[in-house]
């Protein structure tokens, strides 16, 4: 802990940590409502813009348990408050409630004795379980906070949603929050309190009706997507900063046999510095341009979504007491920077961090799956963090 | 009664029972036990979840069960071990009752659960239901806690993926509407009113459930609803709206062998309720076909629909239960 605490502080602060070992033995017994209520969340499928059925099976969870101001918003984010006992400050828990996968997938979850195996489980449904479950969790502990909890399952928050819904609720909340925790299923250790710079982009080349196909020579929407990619991995990218193209999702062509008209590319670029990302965004819009000068195709950049980097600092209390609660746990801290809620959280000057409550699998495919035993030591760490950012333990000097 | 007025006043749905704060209550006064029987078979893959959003939601947040058991006809693969692990009371059939035998069939296990198994209503539960809920308990113990004129309670599922008109057809599966409900047409106009009698999902109340014999086999859903019907009438039956159920779908010749256990149990009740008469017995052997390098082959099951008798007839249920030991040579406790 950091000097300038008083030393009751450091005390108190101190036993937290004492106290985990006592957590994860206690929060055994809760693993199965948290596990029970991953399968229902996971079972009603949630793509984003599509999130109200899952937002109303949380609302109703939230009701059930009492919480204050059980709601769900316009954007169908859902709120609960659990008041705390002074209620002078505000903690923000929050947990993405849309998933990558569309309505049509088969969303069943198969429990075996050490995993759960499903799509969406670690992405984000046990986020969603804990927070679901989140009284209950400090009622077995007996854990009553100073300060409020404010729980939240944000809305469009993947892919081309944008963080839409947690932006609506810091426009709209009344109070400033005192410090942010963003759930994840996955992994137990991951630390993330830092954004990275990120522009995520959409290439679409479209050959035109009136195209003359013998004149130009053309191959068609593939081939010169393709052409496109090189292009934009021959761009040289720095090693500091630390700079990526995430080149993530493609489509075009429609047969075997059929000239493709057609394509469309997804990216990401990410990085540490946003001059960098709006350079890597300038060129890419040049490739496209000089490639609908060469081959007469409609070639368009449109930007989906853009995060500036940020962040607190590694030293930052909040990021200390994270790392050891995770030591006392026998997890290795895993510092990740994050493009996810993080991003917008810190653009409001809010002390956020993300957490992974446990070990997982293959993320973002059909069979993605969490482990079962590791959950309790994810519960612990949360309401040991909890604890800590209310006792303000994790507060700057 | 026509079926109508029938479906008007005894029809659920599962959201009427959805407040399980409130029934919970509704069950602490009547002073009712619940046990929930999971009947199983080489179920590894769905049982592990039921057990987990039983236990959670319907024992530890809501305390409508009294116990969860998973009776197993002795599967081959990890079933009563992913059950244990996730805390279900697990039994094999052939060791409940081991006096009397062993009988692989579900409608085994469903009988055997009486012995086991303490609660005023026992609630079955398929084991194979991909998108289980806790509707599926809260929908048919409901309308038990709150009436207590009714004994039986069978599930139907009636959501539709799509429809746009505000008529549609409604109704069991294959075998329900090319088999039972014509025979209930026929022969019991008033049953027609329960949509799916061969749900496998229904809650009991024990007085009835230990006075009627069970098929160890396809028949037993069947019989039950005979059984019941022609000793309470319909006013000792409900039945509830689960939405949707997403399990494995049967093949057409799967559904063969059913229907032939079925029709078995349903001509033998007709025959010792003496509404019809049969002077020979009935073949065990359903026979179906296949064709082999353009050769036709016979391909021979044997099905026969063996029945356990009432559970009161039994000596050591009845010694269980504190009821006297039957007189010998009688059948009627």
Redesign the interface.
Known sequence: MTSHYTDTMISNCRSIIDSLDDYVIHLEDIR??V???M??VN?IPAPTFKESARAKFLVDRFS?LEMLHASVDEMSNVMGIIPGKKGKRDILVAAHLDSLFDSTVDH??????SMAIGPGVSDNSLGVAVLGTLP?ILERIDMELDANLVLLGTSRSLGSGDLEGLRFVLEHYKKPFTAAVCLEGIKIGRLSFSSIGMLRGELTYRIPEQYDWSKFNSVGAIVDMNDMINRILEIPLPRKPNTTIVLGQMEAGTSYNTMPIKATLRFEIRSESDEIVEDLAKKITFLAEEMTSKTGALVKFKEIARRKSGGTDFSHPLNTVSREILKKLDITPRITPSTSELSALISKGIPAITIGLTNGENAGELDESVEIKPISKGLAQLVALLKAIDLGCTDES | MSPDTWINKNTYHHSAFADL?ELVEEKEKTGLTISLCIPTLNEE??I??EV??F???LM??YPLLDEIAVIDSGSKDRTL??SS???ADTYLSADILPEEGFRKGKGENLWKAIYQLKGDIIVYIDADI??I?PRFVYGLVGPLIKRSEVSYVKAFYDRPLAFSDSVRPSGGGRVTEILTRPLFSLFFPELTAIIQPLSGEYAVRRDVLESIPFPVGYGVETSHILDVYRTHGMKAFAQTDLDQR?HRNQETRALGKMSFGILQTFLTRLISYGTIENKQEFQTVLRQFQVRNNVYETLEYDIPEYERPPMNTIDAYRKSRGMPPLQKNSLEP
């Open positions: 199965e409502t596990l029970s209520t399968v229902m079972e059930e069943t979850v198969t429990l075996e004795p209950l | 704060k893959r769905t592990g979840k987990v959003i236990r959670s939601e530890h947040r071990e992913v692990s996730f805390g991909k998108n809920h997403v």
